[in-house]
């Protein structure tokens, strides 16, 4: 009963990581210091900084982006304690399927939340982008399209090989 339980924890904490992967850019980056942060913005920033904005874009995406700080702040902020409270119902010592799914349904209520002021964001942005500036920003969204598709089968795979270590 013990190992069962820890391999469904290891199942638990695969999807509860790859449920966080295509949750878009909204997980957790461990920098050096060991210290979390939220990379999300920080990628979003990153790739407008790969865009080659002139000074007009950059003014009218800081507008856009500064009209809605808040709202960015509070989803970030939801999203933050709906894992949290997810991360507690499914390691905590007395196990509830009800918490679990109403915990995993607060996660995908705030990831809805987030992908539709994503999308907003997103379509403010692109109203200011060149039409090159388009084509540059659809390929970066391809490119992490592709290595999510290689980060679950890094996954699956390592998955895998733990299964195939400790069944025998």
Not at 6 to 18: C, Q, W
Not at 65 to 94: N, P, S, Y
Not at 110 to 138: F, G, H, M, P, W
């Amino acid at each position: 009963m013990r190992v069962l339980s820890i391999v469904m924890t290891v199942v638990i904490t695969a999807f509860v990581g790859l449920g966080s992967a295509f949750a878009g850019t909204n997980g957790w980056e461990h920098e050096k210091s060991g210290k979390g942060r939220f990379h999300g913005e920080r990628g979003f920033l990153r790739v407008l900084e790969k865009l080659a904005l002139n000074a007009d874009q950059e003014k009218e995406i800081a507008s856009i982006l500064g009209k809605h700080r808040d709202e960015i702040g509070k989803t970030i902020a939801g999203m933050v304690e709906a894992r949290q409270g997810l991360r507690e119902a499914t390691t905590t010592d007395i196990y509830s399927e009800d918490a679990v799914r109403q915990a995993a349904q607060q996660v995908s209520e705030q990831e809805v939340q987030a992908a539709v002021l994503r999308a907003q964001i997103a379509n403010e942005v692109r109203s200011v982008l060149t039409a090159e500036q388009k084509d540059q920003l659809k390929k970066f969204t391809d490119r992490r399209a592709d290595k999510m598709k290689g980060f679950v089968d890094a996954r699956l795979a390592n998955l895998d090989k733990w299964i195939s270590a400790h069944a025998q």
